[in-house]
């Protein structure tokens, strides 16, 4: 593994910023391809290991996996660096957003424009997956593995956790002679584990214990409620949204439901992660809660406490990952993690597809099956037309990622004004 220069860092992990657009199959595959791809900054190994090690956390895996390389390239400070990076352009494309929306309501071009973005990263995301898979899936058992994380998710719904769970304790039993050891990491020690727990729960958890003690309800409401989903949230944030929604619409009050809808819609058009919709939320409610000066507190708040869990994780235990995967049984079942992890990423794949390409969907319930199915007079037409024509583009462009974007926002821009187009 090469180690960067800081200026280097900043230039690729603020372009992997900008560009992360799509939810986490996409910014995965962003990321894959920035630092594997285009530079030999981290084995294939080494990326697919730490992916699977952030599977295994709570919170927004495509964060914590950009804090992750960043920490392996330049330790704590090139995790600050890359995850901050990773969610600072989208959290400030929100903060506009949600000024915008209370201005004005919906905004028509910016949907247009980013329903051509949507349609990109339909092809970001099944040209990383097949190299992904290529790489993950070596064994007929690694192929079965991840058919088993695809299933269990989008035809049974099963929990998560229990999907990953159920790959580790099947690696534990598989017997494989490919086990290489660790490199390039040192080995940890309890005392700085500890240390990081201690300095990054402090971190997380001080602030909103004062806004407690000074009486600042509105803002201690949003700050534990969002720490409370941080440390919840296995899976991703699509495990989590139908929670979000009815607790924020129904037991808080904050916004309307027909605004919360408008929340998820704008989060998933921005780059960055889709849990970004927390900042959303709140500060839509604080706008309307106490004016602008409580809309940037909330903001504030709800940031904090969605995303600073996410380093204290990364911090205490990223340095247990390569000395997990070179220990014979522990490393197996990471492997298997791994494998499944790519039926996981199909999974987000297919369901972010499905909600491009219909407006409506619906669950088919047989037995213990539990499908999700498009509605198909929901049909979007030009959502379609996009996604067919997005493969032709990134072919003009040579998979240049940045032309490709601006290519397919103008092109959502253009179709939109066809009679057929569907607001």
């Given at each position: 593994?090469?180690?960067?220069?800081?200026?280097?860092?900043?230039?690729?992990?603020?372009?992997?910023?900008?560009?992360?657009?799509?939810?986490?199959?996409?910014?995965?595959?962003?990321?894959?391809?920035?630092?594997?791809?285009?530079?030999?900054?981290?084995?294939?190994?080494?990326?697919?290991?730490?992916?699977?090690?952030?599977?295994?956390?709570?919170?927004?895996?495509?964060?914590?996996?950009?804090?992750?390389?960043?920490?392996?390239?330049?330790?704590?400070?090139?995790?600050?660096?890359?995850?901050?990076?990773?969610?600072?352009?989208?959290?400030?494309?929100?903060?506009?957003?949600?000024?915008?929306?209370?201005?004005?309501?919906?905004?028509?071009?910016?949907?247009?424009?980013?329903?051509?973005?949507?349609?990109?990263?339909?092809?970001?995301?099944?040209?990383?997956?097949?190299?992904?898979?290529?790489?993950?899936?070596?064994?007929?058992?690694?192929?079965?593995?991840?058919?088993?994380?695809?299933?269990?998710?989008?035809?049974?719904?099963?929990?998560?956790?229990?999907?990953?769970?159920?790959?580790?304790?099947?690696?534990?039993?598989?017997?494989?002679?490919?086990?290489?050891?660790?490199?390039?990491?040192?080995?940890?020690?309890?005392?700085?584990?500890?240390?990081?727990?201690?300095?990054?729960?402090?971190?997380?958890?001080?602030?909103?214990?004062?806004?407690?003690?000074?009486?600042?309800?509105?803002?201690?409401?949003?700050?534990?409620?969002?720490?409370?989903?941080?440390?919840?949230?296995?899976?991703?944030?699509?495990?989590?949204?139908?929670?979000?929604?009815?607790?924020?619409?129904?037991?808080f009050g904050w916004i309307s439901a027909g605004q919360m809808i408008d929340a998820l819609g704008l989060a998933e058009t921005t780059p960055g992660p889709?849990?970004?919709?927390?900042?959303?939320?709140?500060?839509?409610?604080?706008?309307?809660?106490?004016?602008?000066?409580?809309?940037?507190?909330?903001?504030?708040?709800?940031?904090?406490?969605?995303?600073?869990?996410?380093?204290?994780?990364?911090?205490?235990?990223?340095?247990?990952?390569?000395?997990?995967?070179?220990?014979?049984?522990?490393?197996?079942?990471?492997?298997?993690?791994?494998?499944?992890?790519?039926?996981?990423?199909?999974?987000?794949?297919?369901?972010?597809?499905?909600?491009?390409?219909?407006?409506?969907?619906?669950?088919?319930?047989?037995?213990?099956?539990?499908?999700?199915?498009?509605?198909?007079?929901?049909?979007?037409?030009?959502?379609?037309?996009?996604?067919?024509?997005?493969?032709?583009?990134?072919?003009?462009?040579?998979?240049?990622?940045?032309?490709?974007?601006?290519?397919?926002?103008?092109?959502?821009?253009?179709?939109?004004?066809?009679?057929?187009?569907?607001?």
């Open positions: 593994m090469i180690q960067p220069s800081w200026t280097e860092m900043f230039r690729v992990f603020g372009r992997i910023g900008v560009l992360s657009f799509g939810g986490p199959a996409a910014q995965i595959a962003v990321m894959h391809k920035e630092l594997v791809e285009d530079r030999p900054w981290l084995s294939e190994e080494s990326f697919l290991r730490g992916l699977s090690f952030c599977m295994l956390l709570p919170g927004p895996e495509a964060m914590q996996l950009a804090t992750y390389t960043g920490w392996r390239m330049r330790g704590t400070a090139g995790g600050l660096l890359a995850g901050l990076l990773f969610v600072l352009p989208g959290a400030a494309v929100i903060a506009a957003l949600v000024w915008l929306y209370a201005q004005f309501g919906t905004l028509p071009a910016v949907q247009s424009a980013f329903l051509g973005v949507k349609a990109a990263v339909v092809v970001i995301i099944v040209q990383a997956l097949r190299r992904l898979s290529g790489k993950a899936l070596k064994h007929p058992l690694d192929w079965g593995l991840a058919g088993f994380g695809f299933a269990a998710l989008f035809l049974l719904n099963l929990p998560f956790p229990l999907v990953v769970l159920a790959a580790a304790c099947i690696g534990l039993v598989r017997k494989d002679g490919s086990m290489t050891a660790a490199v390039h990491t040192p080995p940890a020690r309890n005392g700085s584990t500890l240390q990081s727990i201690l300095v990054w729960g402090a971190l997380w958890l001080m602030p909103l214990i004062a806004l407690s003690l000074a009486g600042a309800a509105f803002l201690a409401d949003i700050g534990w409620f969002f720490s409370k989903l941080a440390v919840v949230t296995f899976g991703g944030a699509y495990a989590v949204l139908a929670y979000i929604s009815q607790t924020v619409v129904t037991q889709l849990i970004l919709v927390t900042q959303f939320v709140a500060m839509l409610s604080g706008l309307q809660e106490g004016g602008f000066g409580l809309f940037l507190a909330a903001g504030a708040v709800a940031l904090w406490a969605t995303f600073m869990p996410c380093f204290l994780w990364i911090f205490a235990a990223a340095p247990y990952v390569e000395r997990i995967a070179a220990h014979p049984r522990l490393g197996m079942a990471l492997k298997a993690v791994t494998a499944t992890v790519a039926g996981v990423i199909l999974n987000l794949s297919v369901w972010f597809l499905m909600h491009v390409a219909f407006a409506g969907t619906r669950i088919i319930e047989t037995g213990i099956l539990h499908i999700p199915a498009p509605v198909w007079s929901s049909m979007n037409t030009p959502a379609v037309l996009l996604v067919l024509l997005a493969p032709l583009a990134a072919l003009a462009v040579r998979g240049n990622m940045l032309l490709l974007l601006a290519a397919m926002a103008a092109a959502g821009l253009a179709v939109a004004e066809f009679p057929f187009a569907i607001s």
